[in-house]
């Protein structure tokens, strides 16, 4: 049974769903299958869940769709009439279907989760669902109803992350190897990011103008400053299990800026393998502050991913959106559970 608490451990002063009974609240559920993830085993993967997911959720009305590209994609989460849409995916098709609920009325959305079937599902892990398919249907089974809040970027929502230079360009090259040679996760990222920082680890001038906390009061802050990194996260992890922002939550009203200004290679290199696990915050040119809103207006054209897709801007307005969206994921605080 599908269970709604209020765990004050869990949500840090955010509300979560006012239902007295969920479990026929999400009655109906909508699982879209992604037949691309997975190395192109999206289906495949599916089936071998399929008798456990019906077993988990024994008195839902279970609808299963395969996703046939971005704008289909789209198009279900902004139009599907369920109370749950479970995506088999990666965190593309996640970025896909909140674009498509956040056209939606706030109490029109459906609740979201996801079973981790893509090559770098750093969503599972903010949300603290298992990386093994099997066990992220069991613990979404019996997990918790809980509201997140969502960023918005230009005109682009994403769920989890948000990158601007060296980082983000080692992303989005990451994703197009997976895509190529059918294979993910921190490792591929890893070798990407040397490669790519040996040959564009070039500084991106930029200002910034940002609406935030710095060490928990408010303030209103103009930067002027050469960025080889800029991640503006909504929870901690990107590129398959690095943490930008160990301390961002999902569900806290704020987004976390992670900068690193003009560094040697050998340096930035080590600030990469200290950001795996989330050990960098004491190195001396890293910079983080939490920020409402921030604008970032570079001099060029940059390399920026959203969710692990590229954003192609010089100009930035960037803003949370507390308490936009419902997920169901497990008992354990968001983030709490530190993957591999």
Known sequence: MVTDVRSPSILKGSA?????????????????????????????????????????????????????????????????????????????????????????????????????????????????????????????????????????????????????????????????????????????????????VITELHPHSCRMHIDGQDAGQDMARDIEKELLICAVQNGPYYGGGFMPAPDARLDDGLLDVCMIGRISIPKALYYLARMRQGSHQQLKAFTSLRARSLTIDFTTTIPCQCDGEPLDAQHFEIEVIPQALNILAPLAPLAAARHS
């Open 16 to 196: 979560t769903i006012t239902d007295t009974n969920p479990a026929n609240r999400l009655g109906r559920i909508a699982v879209l299958v992604n037949p691309m993830a997975s190395r192109s085993n999206g289906e495949a993967d599916w089936l071998a869940l399929e008798e456990r997911f019906h077993r988990s959720f024994p008195n839902a009305s279970v609808e299963v769709i395969s996703t046939q590209s971005p704008e289909h994609t789209v198009k279900l989460g902004e139009e599907l009439q369920t109370d749950l849409i479970v995506s088999v995916s990666g965190d593309g098709t996640l970025h896909n279907i909140t674009q498509g609920l956040m056209r939606r009325e706030r109490t029109d959305r459906p609740a979201l989760t996801v079973v981790p079937v893509g090559t770098g599902n750093d969503f599972a892990r903010s949300a603290g669902i298992p990386l093994d398919p099997s066990q992220a249907v069991s613990a979404i089974s019996t997990g918790v109803l809980r509201t997140i809040d969502i960023g918005r970027c230009n005109d682009r929502y994403y769920l989890n992350t948000l990158s601007f230079g060296v980082d983000a360009a080692i992303g989005l090259r990451t994703a197009e190897l997976a895509r190529e040679q059918r294979r993910g996760g921190a490792i591929l990222y890893a070798l990407t990011a040397v490669r790519t």
